[in-house]
């Protein structure tokens, strides 16, 4: 049996779910982050950057809680913060 992206989640460390929360309230508030996040087009470029600005999380766990808010782990070009924007807003529901 393989676990879920809800298992994930449940199994994740608090601390590690708001480490990711507060990443992506960053992205919202922080124009130079923002560009940034728009030249990516996968969670694991996400993951990285938010490792070396010293907020790391897994990617597996950012590829679980955009599969719970219906969104994909990739985007094209240009678009990846506004789904990061997206999930930070439903961040309740995670917390």
């Not at 938010?50 to 719970?68: C, I, K, S, T, W």
Request: proline share 5%.
């Amino acid at each position: 049996m393989t676990s879920g992206p809800s298992d994930l989640i449940a199994s994740a460390p608090r601390t590690e779910l708001e480490t990711l929360f507060a990443f992506l309230g960053r992205i919202r508030d922080d124009a130079g982050l923002r560009e940034q996040i728009n030249w990516m087009q996968t969670v694991l470029e996400v993951s990285e950057l938010a490792g070396q600005l010293g907020q790391p999380f897994r990617p597996e766990l950012l590829v679980a809680v955009l599969d719970r808010c219906n969104e994909t782990p990739y985007a094209r070009e240009g678009l990846m913060d506004e789904k990061l924007i997206r999930v930070h807003l439903r961040r309740d529901k995670f917390l």
